[in-house]
């Protein structure tokens, strides 16, 4: 099964800004929807971001106007941008491909560390 690879996490003061990016191979990525989760600790996994292959965008309520998703089809690549981090944003981000009823089409990763501090 196709696994996507995160990475550009790190430790990031509260207020700073980190972009993640996502890489995945050839057509099966630029054909498909590309969705950003994440996991904080004692939490279960959230969805937060995703990304048609056309370039149209979704968001959860509580990260819109912070956090903003893109991707480059011609690089397979897809990006999170996240700005004003906070505390409660610190987990690991995972990447992974979608299908139109928004199942996951590929396997989990390793997924990339944020931790904000305070």
């Known amino acids: 099964q196709v696994q996507l690879m995160e990475s550009g996490g790190g430790l990031v003061q509260a207020g700073g800004s980190l972009r993640l990016s996502c890489a995945g191979p050839?057509?099966?990525?630029?054909?498909?929807?590309m969705g950003w989760y994440r996991q904080s600790p004692g939490k279960q996994r959230e969805w937060v971001a995703s990304?048609?292959?056309?370039?149209?965008?979704n968001y959860a309520d509580s990260l819109k106007g912070r956090f903003t998703i893109s991707r480059d089809n011609a690089k397979n690549t897809g990006y999170l941008q996240m700005n004003s981090l906070k505390p409660e944003d610190t987990g690991a981000y995972y990447c992974?491909?979608?299908?139109?009823?928004?199942?996951?089409?590929?396997?989990w990763g390793q997924g990339t560390q944020v931790t904000v501090s305070a």
């Open positions: 990304i048609t292959r056309d370039g149209s965008t």
């Open positions: 050839g057509f099966i990525f630029r054909l498909n929807t």
């Open positions: 992974v491909l979608l299908t139109s009823a928004g199942a996951t089409m590929t396997r």
